[in-house]
């Protein structure tokens, strides 16, 4: 069982930036998806931004335009760039890789953007 674990959680201000890392505990199968979900408090997750094995990409509409989603070239590791944050975008952002198997959950990173 592959093992996810995001990093680059933080304080930041207002208009500020963060990179977060996802990285995989081992090789990640060919036919996947991997995405970035956050979840704030007193509401439920949702979808922030993916990426597929062609490099396809999409975003919520709450963060186009803004963020960021890039993997490395051995696609065991992803990012998700943060630019001009807002008080909004705080929450727990989780990776999540999605495979014919199943999907599979990191722990999660807190980001928080407060003055």
């Known amino acids: 069982q592959v093992q996810l674990v995001e990093s680059g959680g933080g304080l930041v201000q207002p208009g500020g930036s963060l990179r977060l890392s996802c990285v995989a505990s081992?090789?990640?199968?060919?036919?996947?998806?991997m995405s970035w979900h956050r979840q704030a408090p007193g509401k439920q997750r949702e979808s922030v931004a993916s990426i597929t094995d062609g490099s396809v990409t999409t975003y919520s509409d709450s963060v186009k335009g803004r963020f960021t989603i890039s993997r490395d070239a051995d696609r065991k590791t992803i990012y998700l760039q943060m630019n001009n944050l807002k008080p909004e975008d705080t929450a727990i952002y989780y990776c999540?890789?999605?495979?014919?198997?199943?999907?599979?959950w990191g722990q999660g990173t807190q980001v928080t953007v407060s003055s």
């Open positions: 081992k090789n990640i199968p060919t036919i996947s998806v």
């Open positions: 999540k890789l999605n495979t014919n198997s199943g999907g599979t």
